[in-house]
């Protein structure tokens, strides 16, 4: 190891095998001929505080999943991931309801679910790991080459981790007493007790977690940025020296331009789509200001042109200049009632996408006042007006309200009705309210059919917001 802090990744390395052994991830079996084994590797990584401070050297030993086959060490591989809208409503709802919100560790999590019983997983032995000539005359062999591990637990690289841990997480939860959510399968609950996908042995206040960095003071509320996150960005950008600029998008972006230049160049693709997945969690977590940007940017991430390495460059200077940006989540404490208020802006564009001509729709939910989900998406269909683009955008909202309304119901939170709707086209509002279709909405008759009855049941209720006030202008 050339790394001038040689002697603490060793130390790492050492105790996550060490960690491994104690946990009897694997045992070690001779070779055969038909033994199909994976190669490991190690990822180094420095573990900083939500200050970006650093607290310890980490060494991961994970498996090249790349070289699995279907059917011989891996079957189902999909699992479940807790929507970022619902972890901040649950800082939101621990605001509201003056509750401590703490989070958890797993240490080596995944390491702790068992394989799957139908499959024989198999490793070489790693780097930097020790076998002693004892228990290779134990199992009648001569060198470390001779042998292989075959797990007995999962690991960090497999194509199956997510969903073994997953299934294990779900089985000691239940036995906890806590139930799944049904409308978000990786968050659990018990009458007095949120929980999410990852509890630990211990527990902390919550300071920094998926990439978020949380303050939190009784007079204000959750403060959430991702200041490091942008600031390790840069550096990994070589951006550290870039002159920032007051906006994420250019005034002249043209979508045909940008899909007409050049494609990149190949040893930037990868760059420019690690780059893209980067801004979009940002986008996801803390920074609805760049939504739109990044709605533009992740649409050829399969091949980005210059244009679109352009545009990333872009997002990352307007960061630059922002990255103090924080998302408030400081509701009233209200300790005496269990009603919150939901609401949600909707909002579109006409045709804007000059190659499509699809529109663009834009939302954002709010939480008595904290805004805790947004998103930006085109629309399948082409609006044949502006009206009818505004009405596609409200419609997809309601049934993301109606959602919502479902999974508070499953915390024993009760929300006021009815929850506002609010749009800034007096259109599109007017032919909700109406009983009958007009000739001009026919063809959108299914989407205006299930707003109203929602509307009749007093359950969702439109309201005009001027288009200067409008929060989904993203």
Known sequence: MKSVKHVEWKEAADAELASMEENRTWTIVPRTNDIKALHTKWVFKRK??????LERFKARMVACGNKQVLGVNYDMTVAAVMDLGTAKLILALARIWGMPARHGDGPNAYVKAPTEK????????????KISTSKLD????????QVVLRLQKSLYGLKQAGR???????EKLSDAGFKQSL???????????????????????????????????????????????????MTKMGMDEAHPVLTPIGQ???????????????????????????LLWIARCTR????FAMHKLTRRTHAPTTADWASGVRVVKYLKGTKSLKLYLGGEVCTNSREVTLEAFSDADYAADDETRKSISGTAFTLNGMTISWSCKKQHSVALSTMEAEFVAASKTSQELLGAKKLFSELKAKVKEPMILWMD??????????????IKAEHIDVRLKFVRANMVRKIIAPRYVHTSKMMADL
């Not at 900083?48 to 401070?53: C, L, M, W």
């Not at 841990?165 to 779900?170: D, I, V």
């Not at 002249?252 to 980067?278: H, P």
């Open 48 to 53: 900083t505080d939500a200050n970006g401070n």
């Open 138 to 145: 134990e199992l009648g062999v001569t060198s470390r080459d």
């Open 425 to 438: 086209n007096q259109a599109a509002i007017s032919q909700s309210l109406n009983e009958a279709t007009s």
């Open 118 to 129: 139908n499959l024989d997983l198999y490793l070489h032995v790693p780097q930097g790991m």
């Open 288 to 291: 609805p200001d760049i939504s």
């Open 252 to 278: 002249d972006y043209s979508d045909s331009t940008t899909s007409n230049s050049e494609y990149l160049e190949i040893r930037l693709v990868k760059k420019a789509t690690t780059l893209a997945g980067s």
């Open 164 to 170: 073994l841990w997953s299934h294990l997480l779900h």
């Open 183 to 233: 409308t978000d399968s990786c968050l659990y609950y018990d009458q007095d007790t949120i929980g999410i996908t990852v509890l630990g042995s211990f527990n902390r206040p919550v300071s920094k977690f998926l990439g978020m960095r949380v303050r939190y003071n009784d007079e204000d509320g959750y403060y959430l940025d991702q200041e490091p996150s942008i600031c390790e960005l």
